[in-house]
Each structure stands twice: as structure tokens, then as C-alpha cells.
């Protein structure tokens, strides 16, 4: 009877450790999940400012180029 709660003591305790060491990377692991999605909405503000400021300045070149079309036209 007593092997048995020698035994079972001992599972318990090595059951109990596991489940520390289990919490322990549940915890790294929503931590590195969060620094994902902290580096994933910054990557995504930076693409969104350099896509508006390509199309800004896309618009800017074509008004320039017809500009300059346009002077070349008056004025051969």
C-alpha cells in the first residue's frame, strides 16, 4: 500500500512540474504572439503611409508631365 502512494505521489509531483513548465511556454508563446502582431500592424501603418505617399506622388508626376506636354505644345 505504501509503494502505491510512493508511486502515485511520485506522478503527481512529475504531473505538476510538466504542467509548470507547460504554463511557463504558453506564456513565451503569447508573448511572441503579441510582438507579431505588434511588428505586423507596424509593418502594415508603414505600408499604408508609403503606398499613399507613392500614389500622392504618382499623381504629382502625371499633373508634371502633362504640364510639361502642355508647353511643349504652346510653345514648339
Do not use: W
Not at 510582438?35 to 504618382?58: A, G, H, P
Amino acid at each position: 500500500m505504501r509503494a502505491a502512494i510512493y508511486v502515485l505521489s511520485i506522478i503527481c509531483v512529475t504531473l505538476l512540474l510538466v504542467n509548470f513548465h507547460l504554463i511557463e511556454q504558453l506564456h513565451k508563446s503569447k508573448e511572441r504572439e503579441l510582438e507579431c502582431k505588434f511588428k505586423y500592424n507596424t509593418s502594415q501603418t508603414l505600408y499604408d503611409l508609403t503606398r499613399d505617399e507613392v500614389l500622392r506622388l504618382e499623381e504629382e508626376n502625371q499633373i508634371l508631365g502633362s504640364l510639361l506636354a502642355e508647353q511643349e505644345i504652346i510653345s514648339p
